[in-house]
């Protein structure tokens, strides 16, 4: 599985467009100069992008380019739209690009460092993954960090994705993501009372889904102790009793 598939929104900041974009294709007034036809560009290609329409913001995005050719952001979102695509080689030689005319920035470096996660190139995803996160303006590392350990463990390697995870908390106490995941990597370590713990942790001020109230229940069951998985399964199925974890807990008997 993917990152971008494992990540609601906000786990690659990319497309945060301000206020309203037309998403007319009309030309740009010729008084425009070219940076502002550059950033219109970008908009409507990035807008596009988030529309499904990737021809169009391919076009819109290489004309943005092609007016300001060192926006790193317009060469990422590019590289995205190639994906989508299924172009592999104008993605890469896109998310390159734009980690060489905007090194610095910690956007691009996040989403060149998931693209090679990706295509499975760890090695260079994990430096990448670490040039971002430990960028001075990345306000939201935390985020970075626990990408990053999800892709170690597509690896697998679940000592740096611990690491990675960790470093997360680090950055932000009680990251939700970060404690999901590492109730879910200790659970598959056989590390019960941790998994438990991080667990625990999560159902502090987050919202409890069937999912999260199901997996408690298999912790204490793997725990023995009956009365808190017991407590899990009749919240389970108070609250989510539609829910497939409802069902397979019905089913189970």
């Not at 080689?89 to 691009?108: D, K, M």
């Not at 995870?165 to 370590?189: G, I, S, T």
């Not at 998994?195 to 408690?216: D, H, I």
Request: aromatic share 8%.
């Amino acid at each position: 599985m993917k990152i971008s598939e494992l990540w609601l929104p906000g786990a690659i900041s990319l497309l945060l467009l301000a206020g309203c974009i037309s998403t007319t294709t009309g030309n740009i007034p010729n008084e425009a100069d070219d940076d502002d036809a550059a950033d219109l560009n970008y908009q409507l290609g990035a807008r596009y992008f988030q529309n499904g329409k990737y021809e169009l913001a391919r076009d819109r995005l290489l004309l943005s380019i092609e007016l300001d050719p060192k926006n790193g952001i317009a060469h990422s979102t590019l590289g995205r739209t190639y994906e989508a695509l299924d172009n592999e080689r104008l993605a890469r030689e896109a998310y390159e690009q734009a980690v060489r005319v905007e090194p610095r920035n910690f956007e691009v470096q996040n989403s060149y460092a998931v693209f090679l996660c990706n295509q499975r190139d760890f090695g260079k995803a994990e430096k990448h993954f670490d040039i971002s996160a430990n960028h001075p303006e990345n306000d939201n590392a935390e985020v970075t960090l626990t990408n990053a350990g999800i892709c170690m463990l597509q690896k697998p390697d679940q000592a740096a994705a611990e690491r990675f995870f960790r470093e997360a908390l680090d950055r932000k106490k009680n990251f939700p993501d970060a404690l999901l995941q590492l109730c879910l990597l200790k659970y598959q370590q056989q590390d019960y009372l941790a998994s438990r713990a991080f667990l625990q942790r999560f159902m502090v001020g987050n919202l409890t889904t069937a999912g999260v109230l199901y997996l408690g229940a298999q912790i204490e069951e793997k725990l023995g102790d009956d009365r808190a998985r017991t407590d899990y399964v009749n919240r389970l199925l108070r609250e989510f009793p539609t829910s497939p974890e409802a069902r397979k807990v019905l089913e189970s008997g």
